[in-house]
């Protein structure tokens, strides 16, 4: 079973090739432990989901696993 709450967002981290560090200061945060509350508790600023949707070119619904398709069809 996996601890995360969101682990779209964890997959696609990895997919991408950064690490949990490179990743959250890509976001404009300086501590990895913030990455880690997030994926545990849920608690992810809207402007931090944006960020990661535009950087993963997927939808926020996947990121937080309301949908299994990645993106959305134009």
């Known amino acids: 079973m996996n ?6 967002i964890e997959a696609e981290r990895a997919r991408s090739g950064l690490s ?3 990743f959250i200061v890509k976001l404009g945060y300086k501590e990895r ?3 880690y509350s997030w ?5 992810i600023p809207t402007d ?3 960020k990661m949707s535009d950087m ?3 939808s926020v619904d996947y990121l937080l696993g309301r949908t299994r398709i990645p993106t959305l069809t134009k």
Not at 3 to 8: E, F, I, L, T
């Open 33 to 35: 432990r913030t990455y």
């Open 56 to 58: 993963f070119d997927c």
């Open 39 to 43: 994926l545990s508790n849920g608690n």
């Open 3 to 8: 601890a995360y709450k969101y682990p779209n």
């Open 48 to 50: 931090a989901l944006i």
């Open 20 to 22: 949990q560090e490179e």
